[in-house]
């Protein structure tokens, strides 16, 4: 079967003084695509680090990660940073949206910053800042939203280019509950609509029941949770 990310006997571990901090342990994981999968675990599971590493950002101690069949290991830098703007967004509890750029222009930069064509790519913002209920807000700074909000204009940026996988860490740890259950709805809807599978890492609960498959991050392990 071939999975859109796939891990084999990943393990992460840190020098420290005195020996090794050794974070994740020989993890096999799969995601395929269009599925919503949640990891859930305590603080300091490995969690972040997991994301961290299928996402491109770090490189694990020893074992590979697998992008639609292709090795990971193996990119260059070039096509690390392709494989960024071609194939993941990313979403955290902070929104980390630009404090000086309206909505919309936070929105388009993915699309910016790939050099695609400013006209298409300004529709398929707005498309998405309607998709996410924020049209009407979109010539407005950060610091004219609510966190809820911002959290939703950060989810359609993520979207922006159109991603096979949307890596989200903790992306309602921030909301209150309203504003969560808002998230967690949209999440759902947009799954649907546009096909993006998501990897989600959360202490939430109630976000954690959307999940398509659920894996349980512990001790360094990282398993899939019978549902």
Not at 4 to 10: A, I
Not at 11 to 36: A, H, M, P, W
Not at 112 to 137: Q, Y
């Amino acid at each position: 079967m071939s999975f859109l990310l796939e891990t084999r006997g990943l393990s992460k571990s840190y020098r420290e003084t005195g020996g090794n901090l050794e974070i994740l342990k020989d993890v096999n994981f799969q995601l395929s695509e269009g599925c919503i999968v949640v990891l859930t675990g305590a603080s300091g599971s490995g969690k972040s680090t997991f994301l961290n590493i299928v996402g491109a950002l770090d490189k694990p101690t020893e074992g590979s990660v697998f992008f639609n069949g292709k090795n990971m290991d193996k990119f260059s830098r070039h096509e690390i940073n392709l494989f960024h703007r071609k194939n993941l967004g990313f979403m955290f509890q902070f929104h980390h949206l630009l404090s000086e750029f309206t909505a919309l222009e936070n929105v388009l930069m993915p699309a910016r910053i790939d050099k695609r064509n400013k006209s298409d790519s300004t529709k398929k913002a707005l498309e998405l800042l309607d998709a996410v209920g924020l049209l009407e807000r979109a010539q407005h700074l950060p610091r004219e939203l609510s966190g809820g909000e911002r959290q939703r204009v950060a989810l359609a940026r993520a979207l922006m280019n159109n991603p096979s996988l949307i890596i989200a860490d903790e992306p309602s740890g921030n909301l209150d509950e309203k504003n969560a259950e808002m998230l967690k709805q949209l999440i759902l809807e947009l799954n649907e609509k546009f096909g993006q599978a998501f990897l989600i890492a959360t202490h939430d609960m109630n976000l954690a029941e959307i999940a398509t498959h659920r894996w349980v991050v512990a001790r360094g392990t990282i398993l899939p949770l019978c549902q």
